[in-house]
Protein backbone atom coordinates (compact mmCIF):
# COMPACT_ATOMS: atom_id res chain seq x y z
CA UNK A 1 0.00 0.00 0.00
CA UNK A 2 3.00 2.30 0.95
CA UNK A 3 4.68 1.95 -2.56
CA UNK A 4 1.31 2.54 -4.20
CA UNK A 5 1.08 5.69 -2.33
CA UNK A 6 4.58 6.77 -3.16
CA UNK A 7 4.17 5.75 -7.09
CA UNK A 8 1.59 7.79 -7.09
CA UNK A 9 3.04 10.98 -5.50
CA UNK A 10 6.11 10.92 -8.26
CA UNK A 11 3.99 10.58 -11.23
CA UNK A 12 2.41 13.94 -10.00
CA UNK A 13 4.97 15.59 -9.05
CA UNK A 14 6.23 14.37 -12.50
CA UNK A 15 3.64 15.35 -14.35
CA UNK A 16 2.92 18.49 -12.47
CA UNK A 17 7.20 19.39 -13.26
CA UNK A 18 6.31 18.74 -17.06
CA UNK A 19 3.42 20.83 -17.05
CA UNK A 20 4.92 23.83 -15.64
CA UNK A 21 8.03 23.15 -17.94
CA UNK A 22 5.71 23.09 -20.97
CA UNK A 23 3.59 26.57 -19.97
CA UNK A 24 6.91 28.02 -19.29
CA UNK A 25 8.32 27.28 -22.93
CA UNK A 26 4.96 28.33 -24.03
CA UNK A 27 5.38 32.22 -22.40
CA UNK A 28 8.49 32.39 -24.67
CA UNK A 29 6.07 32.83 -27.98
CA UNK A 30 3.55 34.35 -26.18
CA UNK A 31 2.08 37.11 -28.29
CA UNK A 32 2.50 40.49 -27.09
CA UNK A 33 0.57 44.01 -27.94
CA UNK A 34 1.82 47.34 -28.02
CA UNK A 35 -0.37 50.42 -28.60
CA UNK A 36 0.15 53.99 -29.15
CA UNK A 37 0.65 56.84 -31.93
CA UNK A 38 2.94 56.42 -34.64
CA UNK A 39 5.88 58.69 -34.01
CA UNK A 40 8.05 57.88 -37.33
CA UNK A 41 7.80 55.33 -40.37
CA UNK A 42 10.98 54.59 -42.12
CA UNK A 43 9.84 52.44 -45.05
CA UNK A 44 13.68 51.48 -45.81
CA UNK A 45 13.92 49.76 -42.93
CA UNK A 46 10.98 48.74 -42.29
CA UNK A 47 9.96 49.70 -39.24
CA UNK A 48 7.22 51.95 -36.72
CA UNK A 49 8.23 53.73 -34.21
CA UNK A 50 5.34 53.63 -31.60
CA UNK A 51 4.77 55.98 -28.76
CA UNK A 52 2.81 54.71 -26.08
CA UNK A 53 2.94 50.98 -24.26
CA UNK A 54 0.79 48.66 -22.62
CA UNK A 55 -2.41 49.00 -21.25
CA UNK A 56 -1.78 51.40 -18.18
CA UNK A 57 1.96 51.85 -18.49
CA UNK A 58 3.90 54.97 -19.00
CA UNK A 59 4.23 56.13 -22.52
CA UNK A 60 7.45 54.85 -24.09
CA UNK A 61 8.85 54.71 -27.77
CA UNK A 62 8.98 51.45 -29.32
CA UNK A 63 10.67 50.46 -32.62
CA UNK A 64 8.26 47.82 -34.06
CA UNK A 65 9.96 46.23 -37.35
CA UNK A 66 7.35 44.63 -39.73
CA UNK A 67 7.74 42.51 -42.72
CA UNK A 68 5.73 40.71 -46.09
CA UNK A 69 4.07 38.56 -43.56
CA UNK A 70 2.97 41.75 -41.42
CA UNK A 71 -0.97 42.32 -42.01
CA UNK A 72 -2.51 45.62 -41.77
CA UNK A 73 -6.00 46.22 -40.92
CA UNK A 74 -8.20 49.08 -39.86
CA UNK A 75 -10.70 47.67 -36.96
CA UNK A 76 -10.27 44.71 -37.83
CA UNK A 77 -10.78 44.09 -41.64
CA UNK A 78 -7.91 44.56 -44.62
CA UNK A 79 -6.31 47.97 -44.87
CA UNK A 80 -3.44 49.11 -47.28
CA UNK A 81 -0.41 50.27 -45.32
CA UNK A 82 -0.39 53.69 -47.21
CA UNK A 83 -3.41 54.69 -44.51
CA UNK A 84 -1.04 54.27 -41.67
CA UNK A 85 0.46 57.87 -41.14
CA UNK A 86 1.91 59.74 -38.12
CA UNK A 87 0.39 60.36 -35.57
CA UNK A 88 -2.54 57.54 -36.34
CA UNK A 89 -3.52 55.72 -33.05
CA UNK A 90 -2.05 51.64 -33.65
CA UNK A 91 -2.43 48.53 -31.84
CA UNK A 92 0.02 45.99 -32.78
CA UNK A 93 0.20 42.60 -31.94
CA UNK A 94 3.31 40.62 -32.39
CA UNK A 95 7.12 38.64 -30.35
CA UNK A 96 9.79 39.88 -28.93
CA UNK A 97 13.14 38.51 -30.14
CA UNK A 98 15.60 37.19 -28.26
CA UNK A 99 17.52 40.78 -29.04
CA UNK A 100 14.42 42.89 -27.86
CA UNK A 101 13.58 43.77 -31.42
CA UNK A 102 9.62 43.59 -31.46
CA UNK A 103 8.54 41.75 -34.80
CA UNK A 104 5.10 42.86 -35.84
CA UNK A 105 2.31 40.06 -36.79
CA UNK A 106 -0.78 42.82 -37.24
CA UNK A 107 -0.68 46.50 -37.02
CA UNK A 108 -4.51 47.55 -36.11
CA UNK A 109 -5.25 51.28 -37.31
CA UNK A 110 -8.20 52.63 -34.67
CA UNK A 111 -9.89 55.79 -35.21
CA UNK A 112 -9.75 58.84 -32.98
CA UNK A 113 -11.80 59.21 -30.42
Known amino acids: MKRSMILITV ?8 AQTDSMAGSKTKEERWQGHIVRINKDNSTLDVRGGRKNMDQTDRRIQYDSSTAWTKQGKPADQSEFKDGSFV ?23
Open 91 to 113: IVLGQSDSKGVFHATRVDLRMPR
Open 11 to 18: LLLTVGIL
